[in-house]
């Protein structure tokens, strides 16, 4: 690979972020929003070399054949890089299942790299008129939502996952987005609780949080 993909960390074994599996996880470097809840700053800079080169990432994967089930690439942002189709195609001639997890930012890419992959993790960040102000950047929802359509006319299988606060976009636009994810067919929802400093106090009540999930297959909330 002459540009090969860079990788800015390795989780060596996670049973959370792959459902199902036991899997790896692969930290892309780079990423063009700038969500104030990011768990992983460090990892936004695009320009920030690799941390772990892709060949000792090739050999730690093949040191792992028959003990893991896949990888999850993560970031930061997999997408950004060109690198990222040919990183999945030689992880998967290892044998290992693909997960993706994404932002979203870059629609025709995701569509592109769905045949690839056995599970995507979405990120939705919230209702379309709160999207700029919470990536600080413009025009990034009607993106993540052409991202949304991409993926569920695939029929690969996903996830898609909301942090919240109240300061992020009040509880009725909360209601109002688990309407639009409904109706555009999604089944699968998590809806996480932001942690990060400054962050307002979770303000659902049990039945609010029933309420939410009534219209989902399957609906997850993860707090703390």
Not at 4 to 25: H, M, Q, Y
Not at 125 to 131: E, I, S, W
Not at 146 to 158: D, K, T
Not at 161 to 184: I, K, N, P, Q
Request: contains cysteine; glycine residues 12%; aromatic residues 8%.
């Amino acid at each position: 690979m002459s540009n090969p993909l860079r990788i800015g960390g390795i989780t060596p074994l996670t049973t959370i972020d792959f459902p199902g599996r036991l899997a790896a996880v692969l930290y892309g470097q780079g990423c063009p929003w700038r969500c104030g809840y990011c768990h992983n700053p460090e990892l936004l800079d695009a320009t920030t070399p690799a941390t772990v080169p892709w060949p000792e990432v090739l050999a730690f994967l093949q040191s792992r054949q028959g003990l893991l089930d896949g990888v999850v690439f993560s970031g930061g942002e997999p997408t950004l890089q060109a690198a990222l189709p040919a990183a999945l195609a030689q992880v998967r001639a290892l044998g290992f299942q693909t997960a993706l997890h994404t932002g979203g930012m870059y629609p025709e890419r995701l569509q592109a790299l769905l045949s690839l992959l056995d599970w995507v993790g979405l990120d939705i960040k919230g209702p379309l008129h709160a999207y700029d102000a919470i990536t600080r950047t413009p025009g990034s929802g009607a993106k993540a939502f052409a991202s949304l359509r991409h993926l569920l006319a695939s029929g690969v299988a996903y996830e898609c996952r909301t942090t919240w606060h109240a300061g992020l976009f009040s509880v009725d636009d909360l209601f109002a987005l688990a309407d639009t994810l409904a109706d555009a067919g999604v089944a699968h929802w998590t809806l996480q609780e932001c942690r990060a400093p400054g962050a307002s106090a979770w303000a659902l009540t049990a039945g609010q949080v029933e309420r939410l999930g009534a219209r989902f297959v399957g609906f997850v909330v993860r707090r703390g």
